[in-house]
């Protein structure tokens, strides 16, 4: 399995908290992303990032932010949740490549943050 | 922008009987990535297979296998000898070659491998 790690598996709050989604990797990757499946639905980039302070927003709005301090560690964070944030959130990273056949576009992903905002 | 689209939203196969999911997709590009990725219940999405617009052979990876149709920009994926643990959601998936490997998904597939 890839190695890596969503922390939590599982949020259930009030509207209004903020909170953190970790993501975390091992493999050394530079560039991680985070999507947003509601259930029964595909999968939509909301933010990605190449490398260390490097950061870009994705095809679909988000509220949430996120930080790349360290290569290995991606969150997202909501400042103020709502009932509209809840949803699954996806972490993902791959490696840089460079050159054609190098961009494999091969995704390893965690097994998700499933949110839940009352 | 590139789209795609899976027409199936659930799907059923007999174990050991061979079931083929469709995709298809709409891009401007002519060099690209087309992907397979299964998400089983509660699990880690994970690469099934994958294929490079550029290479004519279809790609296969034991008991699974596509039939890319460039120019009909089809993508199907087969899965033969159906076991229990092949039941998941599969997404077909795009990628733009050279570019920052943002994948494209498809709504899913549900597979159900009947016993």
């Known amino acids: 399995e890839a190695d890596i790690y969503q922390t939590p598996r599982y949020l259930v709050i009030g509207t209004g908290k903020k909170i953190t989604l970790e993501c975390s990797q091992t493999?050394?990757?530079?560039?991680m992303y985070w999507y947003q499946q509601d259930p029964g639905m595909e999968l939509h980039l909301i933010h990605y990032?190449?490398?260390?302070?490097?950061?870009e927003k994705g095809d679909l709005s988000s509220e949430s932010t996120v930080s790349r301090i360290r290569t290995e560690h991606f969150p997202l964070t909501l400042e103020s949740a709502r009932p509209s944030h809840t949803s699954q959130y996806l972490c993902?990273?791959?490696?840089?490549?460079?050159?054609?056949?190098?961009?494999?576009?091969?995704?390893?992903f965690g097994e998700g943050s499933r949110l839940t905002v009352l | 922008a590139q789209t795609v689209t899976q027409s199936q939203p659930e799907m059923s196969v007999q174990e050991a009987e061979t079931v083929t999911l469709s995709c298809t997709y709409d891009t401007s590009e002519s060099d690209y990535y087309l992907f397979w990725y299964k998400q089983p219940p509660s699990r880690q999405m994970i690469l099934v297979i994958r294929?490079?617009?550029?290479?004519?052979q279809n790609a296969t990876e034991n008991r699974f296998s596509v039939n890319f149709q460039k120019a009909a920009k089809s993508f199907s994926l087969k899965i033969s000898d159906s076991q229990l643990g092949d039941a998941a959601m599969y997404f077909c998936a795009y990628s733009s070659q050279g570019g920052s490997e943002k994948l494209v998904f498809g709504k899913g597939t549900k597979l159900t491998v009947n016993p």
């Open positions: 294929q490079e617009a550029y290479k004519q």
């Open positions: 493999m050394g990757h530079d560039k």
């Open positions: 993902a990273s791959s490696e840089l490549g460079r050159g054609r056949g190098s961009n494999t576009g091969e995704l390893f």
């Open positions: 990032s190449y490398g260390v302070n490097s950061t």
